[in-house]
């Protein structure tokens, strides 16, 4: 080789080491600029039920100039099976929202990871300013695995335009059981055989039943969740179901039955179409009834003639995808969609209470018309599946029986013996 080409190589390899040194190995991007952490978080609904996310994913992104965040809602009906097989196959979100419901079930599939660590390190951070109750319900087995997007109480609403023509008072605090139901009676009407209202809603729902259940001192499960028999079949649960699936049978019924519900629209449309006087939900049907023309008021759900009140406190939480691989960075959304900014933000439309104290006394101090809703919140028990992780198993069973009976093909006795057979066979 000539001396000059020799030169000319050398020169060759050392502008080579020095762009390598230079660039900054594959983790750079062009400048010298590190490349920005990327998630993805969801929730159930659309992008326009999800605008508050929107703007907060928005915001997460002008205040975190090394975090990307993208929102990508998954559609509310198939949620849990969508969000189960992504991440089954690895492609979840990294940060996503669970249901009260599924609290147990997810933590105990070992996909959600524990924020115990991440809140230790944390000074600035404080769960001091969520309500109380809402963290405990998102601690399983002592480690924090949620942080608290909203929470609505199950209540008693009531359509106020069918109450005044039939001119009948709107319910008291002091109703019981047995006053709703009569008075569901007198809202119920025919035209012939033919029903055209109905007075009260016992559907399939089992937080709803869960309330009547409670109140008339029973349950579908021991306080553990580890045992229905005794519990899902006991003389109580037989007495309280059978006197509940009266409500939506025969030709007395008050309560629209499967069909009638299907035919009529289902539960909510029927009560802003003036067809059903009352029924026991959650504050989130606010979005839809102010949407229409319906006049409508809340109640405390009613109580047993001993005094007995029950409520639920339905809730969302944020969780942490346990196989994401930047879950620092998730840490930081979670504690934005968590914090005091989103709270202020999801509750000033109405739809959801703050989940945080102090925005919660905010809107105490100034509610009037749903005073009854965040009262409810003294009265909250926590179902079977904020108690165990066998929660899924009580439900599926319970709801089985609960549709046979109402579909005449099985006595509540005869459903209930068989599921809680099933639910303890089962979790053996």
């Avoid at 047993?304 to 339905?314: E, K, V």
Wanted: glycine residues 8%; contains cysteine; negative net charge.
């Amino acid at each position: 080789m000539k001396k000059g080409s020799a030169s000319l190589v050398m020169m060759l390899v050392l502008v080579l080491v020095l762009s390598a040194c230079s660039s900054g190995g594959s983790n750079s991007a062009e400048g010298g600029k590190a490349e920005k952490v990327k998630l993805t978080f969801s929730v159930w609904g659309d992008v326009n039920s999800g605008a508050d996310e929107v703007k907060l994913a928005e915001e997460f992104n002008a205040a975190h100039p090394d975090i990307e965040v993208k929102f990508e809602p998954i559609p509310s009906e198939g949620y849990g099976t969508k969000l189960t097989t992504s991440l089954a196959a690895g492609q979840a979100p990294d940060v996503f929202l669970v249901g009260e419901g599924d609290y147990y079930k997810y933590v105990d599939k070992g996909v959600i990871e524990p924020l115990d660590d991440y809140l230790s390190k944390d000074t600035a951070f404080n769960l001091d300013i969520f309500q109380k109750d809402l963290i405990e319900n998102m601690k399983i087995e002592g480690k924090q695995y949620y942080l608290p997007k909203d929470f609505n109480p199950l209540a008693l609403w009531y359509n106020k335009r069918m109450f005044d023509e039939a001119g009948i008072p709107y319910p008291t605090d002091e109703w019981t059981w047995d006053d709703m139901i009569a008075t569901a009676q007198k809202l119920t009407k025919k035209d012939g055989k033919k029903y055209t209202q109905f007075g009260f809603n016992a559907g399939k729902w089992e937080y709803p039943i869960y309330t009547y259940l409670w109140d008339y001192g029973t349950d579908i499960a021991n306080e553990d969740g580890t045992a229905a028999e005794g519990y899902m079949n006991s003389d109580k649960t037989i007495a309280a179901m059978d006197q509940y699936v009266s409500w939506s049978q025969g030709d007395s019924r008050v309560s629209p039955t499967p069909l009638d519900s299907e035919t009529l629209g289902g539960d909510s449309s029927m009560f802003m179409t003036d067809k059903l006087a009352m029924m026991i939900t959650g504050r989130w049907i606010k979005g839809d009834l102010d949407k229409s023309d319906v006049q409508y008021g809340s109640a405390l759900i009613p109580q047993n003639t001993d005094g007995t009140r029950s409520s639920i406190i339905a809730s969302a939480g944020w969780a942490i995808n346990a196989a994401g691989k930047n879950k620092e960075a998730a840490y930081e959304l979670v504690k934005w969609l968590s914090g005091t900014d989103a709270q202020k933000l999801r509750s000033a439309n109405g739809k959801v209470l703050p989940a945080t104290v102090k925005e919660l006394d905010e809107v105490k101090a100034k509610e009037v018309a749903d005073k009854p809703v965040i009262e409810m919140m003294d009265y909250a028990k926590k179902p079977v599946t904020m108690r165990s992780t066998n929660g899924p198993v009580f439900v599926e069973e319970f709801t089985k029986a609960l549709e046979k009976v109402l579909l005449g093909k099985q006595d509540v006795k005869g459903a209930l013996d068989e599921a809680a057979k099933n639910v303890d066979s089962k979790i053996k």
